[in-house]
């Protein structure tokens, strides 16, 4: 789950990673790195030793999360990779009394979906400081939908096939195997359908989901950037999604964070471990 201000997003998107047939592969974390601007995180791949990936995921200053996949091909013939970006929701009837989140108002652009997070508090009228506003979010940017956080998904290039499907609640982990692409991704292509707000039921688990295709020659690498922005507007998200996307998001959450570390108090004793511990209490 991810968090903006104390509004909790369940399931904002995941990848998943499919060979030439479009079938899934098994990933196996080799690495895995942190430090404030970023989380790096090295994959094998199951029976393709000449294959590894690399993600870095970051939040950036403007409430956009981003994931940077590369690919590396150590083998002597080109390789293709079929990539799914996966948002899944829940969608529910929403009530005043009631205290819940639902996707609503499902957009789709030439490259992103948008949708609004749509929460409603229950009978006791408690509402988190998002109504009233959170500090310079507040007057930059009013939401359009009385307790509505809007998010946009897309990639750092325009997807090659796409869904939006409704489907009945089931296990909500980031499977290929309990996701409905099984049925849905024929010859290595997404129908292009918007069917989330239509027919007899309209509560279940929306499924988002953008292809994209990376093809990596010998000796060679490729990347990829996915992101979901989070704002108080749908066409500021898309603005903060669409800057990212073109841009390098990686970068710029390192530079932010150094930026931070130059402005906080310096601090020196005749002790070195108190030196130490104080940018321990930093980071």
Same mark, same amino acid.
């Given at each position: 789950?991810?968090?903006?201000?104390?509004?909790?997003?369940?399931?904002?998107?995941?990848?998943?990673?499919?060979?030439?047939? !479009?079938?899934?592969?098994?990933?196996?974390?080799?690495?895995?790195?942190?430090? @404030?601007?970023?989380?790096?995180?090295?994959?094998?791949?199951?029976?393709?030793?000449?294959?590894?990936?690399?993600?870095?995921?970051?939040?950036?200053?403007?409430?956009?999360?981003?994931?940077?996949?590369? =690919?590396?091909?150590?083998?002597?013939?080109?390789?293709?990779?079929?990539?799914?970006?996966?948002?899944?929701?829940?969608?529910?009837?929403?009530? %005043?009394?009631?205290?819940?989140?639902?996707?609503?108002?499902?957009?789709?652009?030439?490259?992103?979906?948008?949708?609004?997070?749509?929460?409603?508090? !229950?009978?006791?009228?408690?509402?988190?400081?998002?109504?009233? !506003?959170? !500090?310079?979010?507040?007057?930059?940017? %009013?939401?359009?939908?009385?307790?509505?956080?809007?998010?946009?998904?897309?990639?750092?290039?325009?997807?090659?096939?796409?869904?939006?499907?409704?489907?009945?609640?089931?296990?909500?982990?980031?499977?290929?195997?309990?996701?409905?692409?099984?049925?849905?991704?024929?010859?290595?292509?997404? @129908?292009?359908? =918007?069917?989330?707000?239509?027919?007899?039921?309209?509560?279940?688990?929306?499924?988002?989901? =953008?292809?994209?295709?990376?093809?990596?020659?010998?000796?060679?690498?490729?990347?990829?950037?996915?992101?979901?922005?989070?704002?108080?507007?749908?066409?500021?998200?898309?603005?903060?999604?669409?800057?990212?996307?073109?841009?390098?998001?990686?970068?710029?959450?390192?530079?932010?964070?150094?930026?931070?570390?130059?402005?906080? %108090?310096?601090?020196?004793?005749?002790? %070195?471990?108190?030196?130490?511990?104080?940018?321990?209490?930093?980071?």
């Amino acid at each position: 789950e991810a968090y903006f201000a104390d509004i909790r997003l369940e399931r904002l998107f995941c990848v998943l990673v499919m060979n030439e047939q !479009g079938r899934p592969l098994t990933l196996h974390r080799a690495t895995r790195r942190w430090t @404030p601007d970023k989380l790096t995180q090295l994959y094998t791949i199951e029976g393709l030793p000449y294959l590894q990936i690399q993600e870095e995921r970051a939040v950036t200053p403007d409430d956009t999360l981003v994931s940077r996949v590369t =690919m590396r091909n150590r083998g002597t013939t080109p390789y293709t990779l079929h990539l799914l970006q996966w948002s899944l929701q829940t969608r529910q009837t929403l009530t %005043p009394d009631t205290n819940g989140a639902s996707a609503e108002a499902l957009e789709r652009e030439i490259d992103a979906f948008s949708f609004a997070h749509r929460v409603t508090y !229950g009978a006791s009228g408690e509402t988190p400081a998002a109504v009233y !506003g959170w !500090g310079e979010h507040g007057d930059t940017a %009013p939401s359009q939908e009385p307790n509505s956080v809007y998010v946009a998904l897309g990639g750092s290039r325009l997807p090659d096939s796409w869904t939006a499907n409704l489907a009945e609640t089931t296990d909500p982990s980031p499977l290929w195997q309990t996701s409905l692409f099984p049925e849905k991704f024929f010859h290595c292509v997404l @129908p292009g359908e =918007m069917q989330w707000d239509e027919g007899w039921n309209t509560t279940g688990q929306l499924h988002l989901a =953008m292809h994209y295709t990376l093809e990596v020659l010998p000796n060679e690498a490729e990347s990829i950037t996915f992101g979901a922005s989070l704002s108080l507007s749908r066409e500021q998200a898309l603005d903060q999604l669409r800057a990212n996307m073109i841009g390098d998001p990686i970068a710029l959450s390192r530079q932010s964070w150094e930026d931070y570390f130059v402005s906080v %108090p310096s601090f020196e004793c005749s002790d %070195p471990y108190l030196e130490t511990y104080y940018w321990y209490r930093w980071y």
